[in-house]
Structures are given as C-alpha cells and as structure tokens.
C-alpha cells in the first residue's frame, strides 16, 4: 500500500491512500457518493456498474506486458476433451492467487450445471500453491485441467516449453476481457487533478522506484483509455452479464 502512494506522490505531485478491502459494487458506490475520488477495477466489473452509474468514467487503463487479458483451460495432449463441458465430473485444478477474471470465465461455462458453480460441475476443485506445479500436474497426469491466465502461461511456456508443447494444449478458445481500467465518477474530481494523473500515470513506468510495485502488480504501464473500450466493455457484458441479484445484495443505498 504505502508503495503506490509514495508513487503516486512522485508521479503527480498528488497525496493519495490506496484502500483495498471494498469490493467492486462497494467502491462505486463510494465514488457515487463521494466518499471515494478514484477507483480501480476490473474490466468486467466496470462493465457490470456503468449501467447502473453511468457517470462512471475511464481515467486510464493498467496492462501487461503481454496487452492481454484472457483466460485459458488447460489439459494433457492426451485428453480427448473438446470443450470445457466435456470436463464435467473431471478435477480441476485454480491454483491460488487465480484471476477474477479466469473464475468469472470458468463460472460461465459451469452455468448449464443444475447448481451452476464450479465445485458442482467437477469431481474436484483443487488450489495448488503454485500455477507452475498445477499445470505440471497437467502435463504428467494427475490433474485433468487447469485454470490460467496469459501471464501465467506465457511464463510457463518460457521456462518450461519444451514440457508444454509436449504434454499440453489450450482447450477450446481463450476468452479475453478488458484490461482493468481506473475509473472516477463524472464531476466529482476537478479537471485539473484529472490530467495531473493522466500524465503521472502514463510515465510512471519509466520511473526506477516503480519497477518493483509494476512487477509485484504483474503490469506493464498504465495507458489512455482505447478509443475502442466501450466496444469492448459492452462485448464483455454481453458474455459475462451481471450475476442475477448481484446489485441488489452487495450495494446498499
């Protein structure tokens, strides 16, 4: 925590206190009421509240290295599965410290399910200590299926490919989302500290004393908003709707 408000200090000239323990629906209420100026959250969640707070607005957005947020089922070369539905009854493996992104993917594809949730759906949910062992565990056998995202398997696939491209295969295609985005409520930050953060944001990168906040976050930089994102946001919603009664039971007005 205090890392990012000696960084934001630095690169905007800003006093800032990163509070963590809100969720999603929670921090844009915050914001809508001005209890909070700035917030992050993940693409999918930002699709989820902009249409219940429409004056929600995209500051910039964080990225990897790889500009990619996508997540990835993966099985032995062996497995005859086509699709994750062809996984059902089988062990899963969501090793810890697993995307939101990947389990609001991996709840999707369960939703056929008469429970509708992962642990109903497979014989077993495990939560390997390490991605690294969970999809070792892939590739000799022991598990049927692993749930990663792209930075994990691009790093699996630098230190390990030979065992990946061996033993392993992406099932079925990855499905991407939008990058987390930092977001304000229209009207309730001054313009001025806007593009203060703006430009703060958008160099931080090239500072020494962020490599290892960037590296402990798995970011890149932080970029300008992408002129295509509400195309992208409104994709993202259409796939991955809001969980029914989800506004209702985790934001009270």
Same mark, same amino acid.
């Given at each position: 925590?205090?890392?990012?408000?000696?960084?934001?200090?630095?690169?905007?000239?800003?006093? %800032?206190?990163?509070?963590? $323990?809100?969720?999603?629906?929670?921090?844009?209420?915050?914001?809508?009421?001005?209890?909070?100026?700035?917030?992050?959250?993940?693409?999918?969640?930002?699709?989820?509240?902009?249409?219940?707070?429409?004056?929600?607005?995209?500051?910039?957005?964080?990225?990897?290295?790889?500009?990619?947020?996508?997540?990835?089922?993966?099985?032995?070369?062996?497995?005859?599965?086509?699709?994750?539905?062809?996984?059902? %009854?089988?062990?899963?493996?969501?090793?810890? %410290?697993?995307?939101?992104?990947?389990?609001?993917?991996?709840? $999707?594809?369960?939703?056929?399910?008469?429970?509708?949730?992962?642990?109903?759906?497979?014989?077993?949910?495990?939560?390997?200590?390490?991605?690294?062992?969970?999809?070792?565990?892939?590739?000799?056998?022991?598990?049927?299926?692993?749930?990663?995202?792209?930075?994990?398997?691009?790093?699996?696939?630098?230190?390990?490919?030979?065992?990946?491209?061996?033993?392993?295969?992406?099932? @079925?295609?990855?499905?991407?989302?939008?990058?987390?985005?930092?977001?304000?409520?229209? @009207? %309730?930050?001054?313009?001025?500290?806007?593009?203060?953060?703006?430009?703060?944001?958008?160099?931080?990168?090239?500072?020494?004393?962020?490599?290892?906040?960037?590296?402990?976050?798995?970011?890149?930089?932080?970029?300008?908003?992408?002129?295509?994102?509400?195309?992208?946001?409104?994709?993202?919603?259409?796939?991955?709707?809001?969980?029914?009664?989800?506004?209702?039971?985790?934001?009270?007005?």
């Amino acid at each position: 925590v205090q890392p990012f408000s000696d960084l934001m200090k630095q690169t905007t000239g800003l006093d %800032g206190k990163l509070l963590y $323990k809100d969720n999603a629906f929670e921090v844009a209420r915050k914001l809508d009421k001005g209890e909070l100026q700035v917030g992050v959250l993940h693409g999918h969640e930002y699709a989820w509240l902009k249409e219940k707070y429409p004056k929600l607005v995209p500051l910039m957005v964080a990225v990897n290295v790889h500009r990619d947020v996508s997540a990835f089922v993966i099985v032995n070369k062996n497995n005859p599965a086509k699709t994750i539905s062809d996984l059902r %009854g089988k062990t899963l493996d969501m090793p810890e %410290g697993t995307k939101e992104h990947c389990r609001i993917f991996m709840e $999707k594809h369960c939703a056929d399910n008469a429970q509708q949730n992962t642990k109903s759906f497979f014989k077993t949910v495990s939560k390997s200590k390490s991605a690294i062992q969970a999809i070792d565990n892939v590739a000799f056998g022991k598990s049927d299926a692993v749930l990663i995202d792209t930075i994990t398997l691009e790093f699996y696939k630098e230190i390990k490919g030979p065992a990946f491209s061996n033993f392993c295969r992406v099932l @079925g295609q990855p499905r991407t989302f939008p990058p987390p985005v930092i977001v304000y409520m229209e @009207g %309730g930050v001054n313009a001025q500290v806007l593009d203060k953060m703006r430009d703060g944001l958008n160099n931080a990168h090239k500072l020494d004393d962020a490599q290892d906040l960037f590296k402990m976050w798995q970011l890149d930089r932080f970029l300008p908003v992408p002129n295509d994102y509400s195309k992208t946001i409104a994709e993202s919603l259409k796939a991955y709707p809001l969980p029914a009664g989800a506004l209702k039971t985790q934001v009270m007005e």
